[in-house]
């Protein structure tokens, strides 16, 4: 049976689809890149926005580690977002690394992918966290005191806190990624992102893109408050956090996933029999 009419892929065949679909970087052009990387940067902030918004007061009345299970259930819904809908997400991206060892791509085509498809998840994330605070929507409720105490917590991470933080959530979102390709259907594929991202979310881990949404939007409402967070500033954001989680999530999904999943499963078959 094809792997078109099978309702999951194994892993070794998830694991091949994953090297394969590497090729893109190769023949898409940098503009599609570009409006690509906007989308997964709105979409993950989607998610970072609909978690801060629901969870301002849920502690008080479910407690704190079901507060977080249920931020961690709602934000799972950018992921699911970018891989039905289509967008190029850098933390997702890691698993291309894979394509690399398989010689499927080179890594210098790689790492431009990874710059490009960074920078433009941040400008997407950045877009949508000014647009949202222009909605003011953040001053009903404890929107806004949610929004800060989130943005505060990671400015204020130890580097190799921050470093080890992103390590464990990029395991189990490039997990989510590798779990989703090889779902077949759509029901599938959001039980593949809502699982890991809930467990990312939930245990604390520190995603990139997501910290482009939570820390500036902590930053545009302390600092339209009277008492703004000395803790909330753009080298914190930065340097502090963006830096050494950026650098884990990497690790993560490049050596915990993609390489490890190229160890184990090597060289692609070219015969579809074998797939």
Same mark, same amino acid.
Not at 12 to 40: M, P, Y
Not at 135 to 153: C, K, M, P, Y
Not at 154 to 160: G, H, M, P, R
């Given at each position: 049976?094809?792997?078109?009419?099978?309702?999951?892929?194994?892993?070794?065949?998830?694991?091949?689809?994953?090297?394969k679909n590497?090729?893109?970087?190769?023949?898409?052009?940098?503009?599609?890149?570009?409006?690509?990387?906007?989308?997964a940067?709105f979409?993950?902030? =989607?998610?970072?926005?609909l978690?801060? $918004? /629901?969870?301002?007061? %849920?502690?008080? #009345?479910? +407690?704190?580690? &079901?507060?977080?299970?249920?931020?961690?259930?709602? =934000?799972?819904?950018?992921l699911?977002? $970018? /891989?039905?809908c289509? %967008?190029e997400? #850098?933390? +997702?991206?890691? &698993?291309?690394?894979?394509?690399?060892?398989?010689?499927?791509?080179?890594?210098?085509?790689?790492?431009k992918?990874?710059v490009?498809?960074?920078?433009?998840?941040?400008?997407?994330?950045?877009?949508?966290?000014?647009?949202?605070?222009e909605?003011?929507?953040?001053?009903?409720?404890?929107?806004?005191?949610?929004?800060?105490?989130?943005?505060?917590a990671?400015?204020?991470?130890?580097?190799?806190?921050?470093?080890?933080?992103?390590?464990?959530?990029?395991?189990?979102?490039?997990?989510?990624?590798?779990?989703?390709?090889a779902?077949?259907?759509?029901?599938?594929?959001?039980?593949?992102?809502?699982?890991?991202?809930?467990?990312?979310?939930?245990?604390?881990?520190?995603?990139s893109?997501?910290?482009?949404?939570?820390?500036?939007?902590?930053?545009?409402?302390?600092?339209?408050?009277?008492?703004?967070?000395?803790?909330?500033?753009?080298?914190?954001?930065?340097?502090?956090?963006?830096?050494?989680?950026?650098?884990?999530?990497?690790?993560?999904?490049?050596?915990?996933?993609a390489?490890?999943?190229?160890?184990?499963?090597?060289?692609?078959?070219?015969?579809?029999?074998?797939?």
């Amino acid at each position: 049976m094809s792997s078109d009419h099978k309702m999951f892929l194994t892993p070794r065949e998830a694991a091949h689809a994953i090297a394969k679909n590497g090729r893109r970087v190769l023949d898409q052009n940098i503009g599609r890149t570009i409006v690509l990387s906007l989308l997964a940067g709105f979409y993950i902030a =989607f998610g970072a926005q609909l978690a801060t $918004v /629901v969870t301002q007061d %849920a502690a008080r #009345f479910v +407690g704190l580690g &079901l507060a977080r299970f249920l931020g961690g259930s709602l =934000f799972s819904i950018g992921l699911m977002l $970018v /891989v039905v809908c289509g %967008a190029e997400l #850098f933390t +997702g991206n890691s &698993l291309l690394a894979g394509a690399a060892l398989h010689g499927e791509i080179s890594w210098r085509s790689l790492a431009k992918n990874w710059v490009v498809v960074l920078i433009g998840n941040f400008v997407g994330a950045l877009f949508l966290a000014w647009l949202l605070f222009e909605t003011h929507l953040w001053e009903q409720g404890d929107v806004a005191g949610n929004a800060i105490r989130i943005a505060s917590a990671k400015c204020k991470l130890s580097f190799s806190a921050a470093f080890v933080r992103g390590i464990l959530c990029n395991w189990l979102v490039c997990l989510a990624v590798f779990m989703a390709t090889a779902a077949r259907d759509i029901p599938g594929k959001l039980l593949a992102c809502y699982v890991p991202i809930m467990t990312f979310v939930s245990s604390g881990f520190e995603h990139s893109i997501a910290n482009m949404y939570y820390i500036p939007t902590g930053l545009f409402i302390s600092s339209a408050t009277s008492s703004p967070d000395p803790a909330l500033n753009w080298y914190n954001f930065f340097v502090t956090n963006l830096l050494p989680v950026t650098l884990g999530n990497i690790v993560g999904g490049v050596i915990f996933v993609a390489g490890a999943y190229w160890y184990a499963y090597g060289k692609i078959e070219t015969s579809p029999q074998q797939l």
